[in-house]
């Protein structure tokens, strides 16, 4: 199972970017799909998750300002990050909690992605 970003970039404040997490391999369902990120010296934090129902959470610093969605016939999922402030500068990663054909249950990891909100 291999799950791949895109999308991280420089941006200047205020602007948008939008990421895009596609899931690939022998995978027999998705359940959660999140985003996290990790800013240089600093833990891994949450950002935002969807079921896959179409439920969604987001970290307070966010909300109002990302959205998260998911296209189950892809398995992929975005994160559209609007009015973007130089605090959201980190790697982004995507995760998601799957039931592979093979190996059960696992939770995996994308190789993360940078986004840079500068002037």
């Known amino acids: 199972v291999q799950l791949v970003e895109s999308g991280g970039g420089l941006v200047q404040p205020g602007g948008s970017l939008r990421l895009s997490c596609a899931a690939s391999?022998?995978?027999?369902?998705?359940?959660?799909m999140y985003w996290y990120r990790q800013a240089p010296g600093k833990q891994r934090e949450l950002v935002a998750s969807?079921?896959?129902?179409?439920?969604?959470n987001y970290a307070d610093s966010v909300k109002d300002r990302f959205t998260i969605s998911r296209d189950n016939a892809k398995n992929t999922v975005a994160l559209q990050m609007n009015s973007l402030k130089p605090e959201d500068t980190a790697v982004y990663y995507c995760?998601?909690?799957?039931?592979?054909?093979?190996?059960?249950?696992?939770?995996?990891w994308g190789q993360g992605t940078q986004v840079t909100v500068s002037s």
């Open positions: 995760n998601a909690d799957l039931r592979t054909i093979i190996n059960g249950f696992l939770n995996s």
């Open positions: 391999g022998s995978i027999f369902t998705i359940y959660t």
């Open positions: 969807i079921t896959s129902g179409g439920s969604t």
